[in-house]
């Protein structure tokens, strides 16, 4: 049984009025056996927002939101190579804030397209190698629990061959230096060619509760047990996420919409894990309350729109 406790109504400066009694650990969102043999939790932390785009730019702060995060139950930190800007880099941060790492503590990084000297360039296969050397140095680890290969830019997913790039990340997890693999952005043709060489324990792709274009790879991972990680969980800017229905049933569970987009996500299927990101303790505890919510089969419906979601589980 999940052993919770509840805190006062979470207040944010964006929406004063929000009032949310919840479980305020991650825990309430329950677990995934990753892989098969690593649980974590089903809402963890994505560190982009640490180093890029956020407000965070004293690494002292960046640390105090990671402490932050593992102390209230998050399992699973996502982070990437590309996740830096002069000299603040999201692996730092982790190392600092965390090190010697939880046993518990499930570290997630991608690999692939990577910004150096301002510009982006694509990595052939031998490139692999390099990259996660770099990353096991960042992070002081001595292997890497989760190793995405990150394919392409941001537009539409597919239209290459990934098999030797993900083939250099097979070799590197029979060396034991990687434990699982992971694709990302990447269409129904990639997942398969992925699956082909090596087995994969994680999927992370654009899937929101405004953009469920992928729901058809989301089917493919229920069916093999496959994690299913959305980036930009709440949008990535496509569409304000406090737009109808979002707010709608936020207002129904005193609530904000970022809260009942995150909730979505966890009731949407079994497999799927949300890792929202922040530069802000306060808005930290607002993601992390969201595992307290529970929609009702009406939130569901009102929230599927023109599309038929997958059926909620648990």
């Not at 052993?3 to 929000?18: D, H, I, K, L």
């Not at 537009?155 to 699982?180: D, M, N, Q």
């Not at 987009?261 to 969201?290: F, K, M, Q, R, Y």
Request: aromatic share 4%.
């Amino acid at each position: 049984m999940l052993t919770t406790r509840t805190v006062p109504a979470v207040t944010t400066n964006e929406n004063p009025t929000t009032a949310v009694e919840s479980p305020t650990t991650a825990a309430a969102a329950g677990d995934f056996l990753l892989g098969g043999d690593l649980r974590i939790s089903r809402l963890g932390f994505g560190a982009m927002r640490l180093a890029l785009g956020g407000r965070v730019r004293e690494p002292a702060a960046g640390v105090a939101i990671l402490r932050r995060a593992v102390e209230l139950g998050v399992s699973h930190i996502d982070t990437a190579a590309s996740y830096g800007f002069g000299d603040l880099h999201a692996h730092e941060m982790i190392r600092q804030a965390l090190s010697p790492y939880p046993d518990d503590l499930v570290i997630a990084t991608k690999v692939g397209p990577l910004l150096e000297g301002g510009g982006a360039f694509a990595d052939p296969a031998t490139a692999q190698r390099r990259l996660v050397e770099q990353d096991l140095r960042r992070l002081g680890r001595d292997h890497l629990d989760l190793v995405y290969l990150r394919v392409g830019g941001m537009g539409k997913p597919g239209g290459e061959s990934i098999g030797e790039r993900f083939a250099a990340l097979a070799e590197l997890r029979r060396e034991g230096l990687i434990r699982h693999l992971g694709v990302s952005h990447v269409d129904a043709t990639q997942l398969a060619e992925a699956r082909s060489i090596a087995p994969v324990a994680a999927v992370q792709n654009r899937f929101s509760v405004h953009d469920q274009d992928d729901l058809p790879i989301l089917a493919q991972c229920e069916q093999g047990g496959i994690a299913y990680v959305p980036y930009f969980p709440l949008g990535g800017g496509r569409a304000r996420v406090d737009q109808a229905p979002v707010a709608t049933v936020a207002a129904r569970h005193r609530a904000t919409a970022a809260q009942v987009a995150l909730a979505w996500l966890l009731a949407t299927s079994p497999v799927t894990l949300a890792i929202p990101g922040t530069s802000s303790l306060d808005h930290l505890v607002e993601n992390i309350t969201a595992a307290g919510i529970r929609l009702t089969a009406e939130d569901l419906a009102e929230l599927a729109g023109q599309r038929s979601p997958l059926p909620p589980r648990g």
